[in-house]
């Protein structure tokens, strides 16, 4: 998915609604374009068509979104703001417009059929829905690495610490040299203040970084010499964290310094955007490459330990799937899966990851399946080569089903098994949050009778299993009878 245009779109659709008083529901817009980016090869705004709707809203969303059927005219609601958006500015004819707005009238009455027949449901949402809807947005679910709580900016004078041997450095993917120095051509404070000439430019770059950071600028990076000495605090926590955060993030670490409120946010992230070592999209703020690379090499100059992550594009099977598991940011992993399979032939990458998947543990698995969910009726061959393993066989079943190709029906055996392989992927997150994952259970977990009969099955998590469905079901009744399942299934020894 092309992060980049999908948050320039929906900055531009705000923009549009907010000058026309349009209510737009962004979150179900965005949710329409990333998956027409992740699945129809939509790459900018022009290239929706009217067959996109009906791909999107008759066999992607029933397949990957977890919605009450009841929720289709919001989402169709979603789909007419953004097909008169595409009409006003010009991204589509009036004619294409007119045709999408006959589709979408066509799909309304047909899409809450659709959300709600499970037979259009694909792997991951009919298999994960106890593990709730962040997991199923094919943003592959990654069990470390993501965006973690933030942390209570008032201690960030504390918290971050120089120490190697007090909190690790997670290891950071780096832009390669020429990416870096092309990079540096376009920072504006560079433009303004060059870099001495005769020394390597990176290396030059680094140590200016390092003066920004460790010497006392006296307000000449921010405008404010009280937020000026708070500059490592903040960049080392963006380092840590990998990945996009709101701009309010750095809103709040502004208030912690500034009690009377008289800082201007804005202003402050146009002043590091003009460092180079910030970048701003829309609501959100990031490290740039360049300011990755700086503060990494401003590690290493201290003695810090600061590990470079690989590139997943480059691995195995194997290597892609034990990378995601070390904790990747979830833009990353996407970025390096999107590169992992389009180096292979679907019915390739199938194939090494099914082999990959087979025997290990269930979170390895349900990654291993996760990114075999994306591929196309072309990996059909290497998928249904694995009807023969007990333990892919429902999920090739599931997968084939999927696509309305030609499958065996599950048998019970194997609706319970896939159904405790399935939450034994979900333990991770719910020992992490087990109140989100009682809410999701309580939304879309297993049924009493299902629950009844899983601790026949011959699964080395099913007692774990069964143990987190007795704790976190919060209707006691059907809680009561996953720990009695639990008690049957530990007097099997099933480990």
């Known amino acids: 998915m092309s992060i980049e245009w999908v948050n320039q779109a929906i900055d531009d659709l705000r923009a549009w609604g907010r000058a026309r008083d349009v209510e737009v529901d962004a979150d179900e817009v965005r949710l329409l374009c990333d998956y027409a980016s992740d699945y129809l090869n939509v790459n900018e705004l022009r290239d929706f068509t009217p067959e996109t709707f009906d ?47 006959a589709r979408l009238d066509d799909i309304e ?18 298999l994960f829905s106890s593990i709730g809807p962040e997991s199923l947005e094919q943003s592959i679910a990654i069990p470390a690495g993501e965006l973690p709580d933030m942390p209570d900016l008032g201690d960030l004078g504390e918290a971050p610490c120089d120490c190697p041997a007090c909190t690790p450095l997670p290891a950071v993917r780096l832009a390669g040299p020429g990416e870096l120095r092309t990079a540096l051509e376009s920072i504006p404070m560079l433009a303004e203040q060059p870099l001495p000439g005769g020394d390597d430019p990176l290396q030059a ?27 490592y605090d903040l960049f080392d926590m963006l380092y840590r964290l990998q990945t996009r955060v709101p701009v309010t993030v750095i809103g709040d670490h502004i208030d912690e310094i500034d009690a009377d409120g008289e800082i201007d946010l804005r202003a402050v992230l146009d002043r590091l955007e003009w460092t180079g070592l910030l970048r701003v999209t829309g609501d959100t703020a990031e490290l740039t490459p360049a300011g990755v690379w700086a503060l990494r090499e401003h590690y290493l100059s201290m003695g810090v330990e600061a590990p470079e992550a690989p590139d997943l594009a480059e691995a195995d099977a194997h290597g892609l799937i034990e990378g995601l598991l070390d904790g990747v940011p979830t833009e990353v992993a996407e970025a390096d899966i999107d590169r992992w399979l389009a180096g292979r032939e679907p019915a390739e990458a199938a194939a090494e990851l099914l082999a990959a998947a087979s025997g290990a543990p269930a979170v390895a698995r349900g990654i291993a399946i996760t990114i075999v969910d994306r591929l196309g009726p072309e990996a059909e ?4 080569g694995y009807l023969d393993d007990p333990e892919l066989r429902p999920h090739a079943i599931h997968w084939l089903a999927a696509r309305k190709l030609s499958a065996p029906p599950l ?34 977990g297993p049924p009493a009778h299902l629950i009844e009969e899983m601790w026949r099955v011959d699964h080395p998590d099913v007692v774990e299993v069964l143990e987190l469905l007795g704790r976190s079901i919060p209707d006691g009744a059907v809680a009561k009878a996953a720990r009695k399942a639990a008690f049957k299934a530990r007097s099997r020894a099933i480990r």
């Open 55 to 101: 791909e999107l809203l008759l066999s992607i969303y029933p397949r990957k979104v977890i919605a009450p059927p009841e929720s289709a005219p919001e989402t169709i609601a979603a789909a007419r703001t953004l097909v008169d958006y595409l009409s006003e500015t010009g991204h589509v004819s009036a004619e294409t417009a007119d045709a999408m707005r």
């Open 109 to 126: 009455p047909r899409m809450p059929e659709a959300l709600a027949d499970p037979a259009n449901f694909g792997m991951a949402k009919s």
């Open 205 to 231: 770059w680094a140590r200016r970084v390092a003066d920004l950071l460790d010497h006392d600028t006296g307000g000449a990076v921010t405008g404010h010499a009280e937020l000026d000495e708070s500059l």
């Open 381 to 384: 061959s290497a998928v249904r």
């Open 411 to 444: 048998t019970q055996d194997e609706l319970l098994w896939v159904s405790v392989d399935m939450l034994a992927l979900a333990m991770p997150a719910a020992e992490e949050d087990p109140e989100i994952f009682a809410e999701n259970m309580a939304a879309s």
